[in-house]
Structures are given as C-alpha cells and as structure tokens.
C-alpha cells in the first residue's frame, strides 16, 4: 500500500478515534439524547396548526337574526367561544391575552340582515399577527356561511355560477408536524455533523496529541478519514433513530424509499463534516470551535433554510443569502422523500449543490490543516 493511504495504519488510526468517542459520554449525549429531545420538542411542543381560537361575543341586538348568527360561530369548529358581553367588559380580557378576538354584532343588525345585508365587527390583537388574520378571515367565513344559509332558507339564494374545490395534495389534513419533523432531522444531522466534527482536531491541540500524531508516517488524507468516518457513522445512526421515531411514534408518513433518505443524508454531511473539520482545524479550541458551529451552522438552519420560516417571504438581500446555507438544499428534499416519495428531478440539483459545498469545505479543512501538520 502507498505510503499516503496505508490501510494498516488507517485502521490503527481509525480504532483510536473510535475508542476516543465510545469514551467521551458527552458525544453520545449530543448524537441521541438531544435529538429525540428536539424531535419531541418540534413533534408536540412546537404547533403551527390553527386549532379553536378563544373568542368572545358582543351582541347588542335582541334580533332573532343576532341571535341566529351568535349560534353560528358558538357551533363553529374555529372557535371556541369563552364569554360574552359588553365590548367595555370584554376588553381587558383581549388586553390580558385570555382570548384572541372580539365579535361585536351591532344593534340594527337584524333589520340590516332583513334587507340582505349585515355587518358585523372583528376586534383582534394585532401584537399577534398570525391569529388576528386567521380569526379576522374565519369570522368572515363563518358570517358568509350563515349569510347563504339564512338566504336559502328564505328562498332568496342566488346561484353561485363558480364553486371552488380545495384540495391539498401529501397534506391533506395540513398538519404541520409532517413538515416540522422531517426539517427537525436536519436540524439533527447539522448539529451532529458540524458541531461534534469542530471539536476533533482542536481537541487534540488542546490535549497535546496532536504533537504525538505528527512523528508518526501518517498521511493527510488518513488523518482527514479517520476524522470524518466515525462521525459519519455517528449521524447516519442518530438520522435514522430519528426517521424511525417521527413514524412510529409521530406519525409521520414515509412515502420515499430508505435508499433516496439515505443518499440524500449522505450528500449533506459531506458539506457538514467539511465545515466542522475546517472551524475545528482553524481554531484549534474546543470552545471556540463550538460557538463558531453554532453560529455558523447551527442559527443559519434554524433560521435561513426555510425549516420554520418561509424563504420567500424573507426580504430579497436574505433570500440571497439562504443560498449560501447548505441546509437550505437539504430540507425540501427530506420532506418530499417523507410526505411525497422519490423525486429525483428535485433530488438531483439540492444533491449537487451540497456536494460542491462539500469539496469547497474540505479542500478548506485541508489547506488549514496542512500549515498545521507539517
């Protein structure tokens, strides 16, 4: 075997960082206990699904139609109405945050509704924007609906020459646990592949056996393998403890094949083994290296890949910067293998783009680690 890549010596090298995880408790801690705690944390605690929103109802008009409307959203599954009463009354409890809206129905509304009209008010907290325009649009929903009910019942429905069908194709019921487990994984492998790799090399500094690797005939491309190996292992095992948990205990679907999941997991710790060799070879300390991991890696997937917030509602110079997140390639690939199945036309360029990040981080990690390793 050539002097550059002895085979024996690779094993040697490869059995001793092995031995150096299995003896660093805080490696396993990192590999699969936080990320079945993330995993439960973005599987129950985190919820973007628009469940019953607590109102409350204003009815100033003793009306049969008031009355008849007032019924309507106290049946309606979008809200869940807590209290009513006098608008001056209701709102400290809009104030205080113990219910989202307000529905005021003014008096005179039931001669309004005689005549085919009617209107009413939506008082919302606009601190929270997201449940004032869902309440605001669901108000209107459920007034429309009651509108056309009250119509046909009067024998005044028009017909309505368009009709329109929704329907929601791999989300059917737009849970948005089937988009945030799958991101979470990435969230998972970043963490694993990035921050455990930033610590390899500079613990050796810091530890002084890095000296002791250097009189030995060991090779670059040895010395980057037997760094890079373990923790691909690593993370390909803690990738799939999560796959197997978001489907039997989250429910997620797995429409893809394991084959696709697993080259596309493979694809992206290229990138994120490259990263953590470089941070950890320019650094050369532990501590150091991990904050430049979180910050480098572990914020940009959190925040710029598109896991919880859209790319395309961020503003335009953002938008340009996702591109030079390499999760931002990684995410829609995983949720399309989990909720859609194999789609290599979208597979194929993410893929691509990850493995060039991948060369551009370890031909980085190399040069630095040359003018260390002489």
Not at 25 to 41: D, E, G, R
Not at 62 to 85: C, D, I, Y
Not at 266 to 280: H, K, M, R, V, Y
Request: net charge positive; aromatic share 10%.
């Amino acid at each position: 075997m050539s002097d550059l890549f002895n085979a024996r010596r690779f094993g040697a090298m490869l059995v001793k960082e092995s031995l150096q995880i299995v003896r660093d408790p805080s490696t396993f801690l990192i590999a699969f206990v936080l990320p079945v705690l993330l995993l439960f944390l973005y599987g129950y605690g985190v919820n973007l699904d628009t469940a019953q929103s607590r109102i409350a109802i204003s009815n100033q008009d003793n009306s049969a139609a008031a009355q008849s409307l007032a019924g309507a959203f106290q049946s309606s599954r979008f809200f869940e109405v807590v209290t009513t009463g006098a608008v001056s009354r209701l709102s400290p409890e809009l104030v205080a945050g113990r219910i989202r809206g307000i529905v005021v129905i003014p008096d005179g509304f039931g001669r309004q509704a005689a005549q085919g009209g009617g209107d009413i008010q939506v008082l919302t907290d606009g601190s929270s924007p997201n449940s004032a325009s869902f309440i605001g649009g669901y108000a209107e929903g459920v007034r429309a609906t009651w509108a056309a009910a009250r119509a046909s019942d009067h024998g005044a429905a028009k017909p309505v020459p368009i009709q329109t069908d929704a329907r929601y194709w791999f989300n059917p019921e737009l849970k948005s646990r089937y988009n945030l487990v799958p991101g979470s994984i990435a969230v998972v492998m970043t963490m694993v592949g990035t921050l455990l790799t930033a610590l390899v090399i500079a613990r050796e500094w810091e530890r002084g056996t890095l000296e002791s690797i250097m009189a030995t005939p060991v090779g670059m491309a040895e010395f980057i393998a037997t760094k890079v190996v373990p923790y691909f292992l690593l993370a390909l095992c803690s990738m799939t403890l999560c796959t197997v948990l978001a489907i039997t205990v989250f429910g997620v679907p797995f429409r893809g094949s394991p084959f696709a999941l697993f080259v596309i997991a493979t694809a992206f710790l290229f990138p994120a083994l490259g990263q953590g060799l470089f941070i950890s070879a320019v650094t050369k300390n532990q501590f150091v290296a991990s904050q430049v991991a979180l910050l480098s890696a572990f914020l940009p997937t959190m925040l710029l890949s598109g896991f919880l917030f859209e790319i395309s509602s961020m503003p335009k110079p953002i938008q340009a910067i996702t591109y030079l997140v390499p999760s931002r390639y990684l995410i829609p690939q995983l949720q399309t293998v989990f909720i859609a199945g194999d789609d290599w036309r979208l597979f194929a360029p993410n893929i691509a783009a990850l493995i060039g990040f991948g060369l551009l981080f370890f031909i980085l990690a190399v040069r630095a680690t040359k003018r260390r390793i002489a």
